[in-house]
């Protein structure tokens, strides 16, 4: 079974994340990865940009307050997993149409799709 916990980048968590609608989150995320320090030099908007595309695909906000963002990122070399929860919720087009109050952020290297998708899996049965 996968260790969720140690795979957790806790520089890059937030308690506090203050977004007013979906564009706003992904960019705040964004932020946050590179504020964690694991993101391999690669730009707080190349990481926006593969979280907005991975979002075009379907939203991520799987209701109950609760969206898995998640994308491959070229360049990045390492797994950058967190958390940031949104105590007044953000508008994300969740399946359920309710704010999103937390969000645990998957972003993984593109050579690693199996991985990437272990952890999502892991993430979904936590």
Known sequence: MMDLAALINSS??????????????????????VRGGRTSGVSEKAIAIALSERESQGSTGFGD?????????????????FIAHAPKGVE???????????????????????????ILAALSRS
């Open 12 to 33: 890059a968590c937030t308690v506090n994340l203050k977004a007013k609608n979906k564009e706003g989150a992904i960019e705040t995320l964004a932020a946050l990865a």
């Open 65 to 81: 307050e609760i969206a898995i963002p998640h994308a491959r990122v070229s360049g990045l070399e390492d797994f950058v997993v």
């Open 92 to 118: 994300f087009d969740s399946l359920d149409r309710e704010k999103v109050k937390l969000f645990f952020v998957i972003l993984g290297p593109e050579d690693k799709p199996s991985e990437h998708i272990q």
